[in-house]
């Protein structure tokens, strides 16, 4: 059986998102890209509040009540509309996020109880993970944060830098980073680890936050460990190094199975609301797309406006899979690559051409186009670069492993 229809729940759900992006996102969609680093604060509460009551959870990190469902659907189809109606806003929506993924991923049943309950009550908090560092970014395996063993604590040493949410996590909330840190340098892959950092944690200092180009409601901190003592058991999966596989860093990099399809989800709202746009634009200006015209009668406009709508189908298409095999507990890891190059892809060319098809209005900050266009690129950097998902892409095809193709 194959069906592409939202059930009624998403539906309802999707509509209620939308309605609410509308009138509370697009409105101060324009006042937190001006002013980087102004806390939204009265938006947050209110969206941490809805949340609380949501089935959904806005960007993951809710647990499942009902079992195999369509969480991880629900989750894409709302990232969607959050960022249809702000990506930096969505970015920046107090959650689990991509810590909460880790744990997720790569947390036992306690871990996941102890660490992502906070969640769920009390005040607004968000969790991020740490990869990147000065010296690291696509190639995870190169990460030289330390993590040494002392009594009953790990003692973690190092810099990241780019952590989406981190100084949210640390400085403004009671929540926690998700730090990957090698135990064992000479192990390669396999001494890499994820261990969690609770904000309030001695040794732990955000040393800067960015300016960025786009997302700018988004936080991304630089963080640096100095003898950050955390308990043992803030390590998520086993602290066994097994040199013969990778096991422990594959468990780790589960965590990018569930975020890709979020960020290509992310990816497609930012899309999704450049052809809305242009498609008013176009309509007002007595341009109706011809989708029943054969091919050598299109216009320009019409043909290029096809193709950004069918650029951002396919891409949904590829994200909907990737997110239905996830409800499913199926290995997605092919799929989630899939739709996070595609999408990434996608959203930088469709935004690009809606700004060239408004002309100068579309380069001018008195619309959001010039905006989306800016807040579009992040989707093929981020959870993978577009090149770093086309190779796993092709490695899983081919069959190759990664020091086959890299
Ligand atoms: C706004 C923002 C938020 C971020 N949030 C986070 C976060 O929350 N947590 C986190 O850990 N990181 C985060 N990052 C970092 C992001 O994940 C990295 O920038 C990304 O992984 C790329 O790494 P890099 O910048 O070191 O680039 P590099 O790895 O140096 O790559 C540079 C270029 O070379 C290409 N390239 C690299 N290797 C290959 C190859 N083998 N084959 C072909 N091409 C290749 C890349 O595709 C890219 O185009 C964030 C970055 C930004 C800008």
Partial sequence: MIDFELSKPIENARQMIHMMAEQTMRPISREYDEREHVEPTEWHQMIWSVSQGSEVGFGGGKSDKKGPSERHLASTVTIEELS????????????????GAAVAAAGTP???????????????????????????????????????RDGDHWVLNGTKIYCTSGHRALDKSKGFVVVWATVDKSAGRAGIKAFIVEAGTPGVTVTKVEDKLGIRASDTAELVLEDCRIPLDNLLGSP???????EG????????????????????????????????????????????????????????????????QAARLLTWRA???????????????????????????????????????????????????RDAKINDIFEGTQQINLMIVARRILGYSAKELS
């Fill in 249 to 312: 860093f594959k468990g780790v990099m589960a965590t990018f199975d569930a975020t890709r399809p979020a960020v290509a989800a992310s990816a497609i709202g930012i899309g999704r609301a450049a052809v809305d746009f242009v498609r008013d634009a176009l309509e007002k200006a007595g341009v109706a797309i011809r989708y029943d015209a054969p091919l050598s009668k299109l216009g320009a406009l019409e043909r290029d406006f096809m193709e950004m709508e069918s650029n951002l």
């Fill in 84 to 99: 249809w109606g702000d990506a930096g806003l969505y970015l920046s929506i107090p959650n689990a996020g991509l810590g």
């Fill in 240 to 246: 066994e190094v097994k040199t013969q596989g990778s």
């Fill in 323 to 373: 997110s239905w095999m996830m409800d499913r507990g199926m290995v997605n890891n092919l799929e989630a690559s899939m739709c996070k190059a595609k999408a990434g892809l996608a959203v930088t060319q469709v935004t690009q051409k809606a700004v060239e098809m408004l002309g100068p209005l579309g380069y001018s900050r008195k619309l959001l186009l010039e905006k989306w266009m």
């Fill in 110 to 148: 306690a871990q996941r109880q102890r660490f992502l309950a906070r969640f769920s009550e009390g005040e607004p908090k968000w969790a991020a993970m740490a990869i990147t560092e000065p010296g690291c970014g696509s190639d995870s395996a190169a990460i030289t944060t330390t993590a040494a």
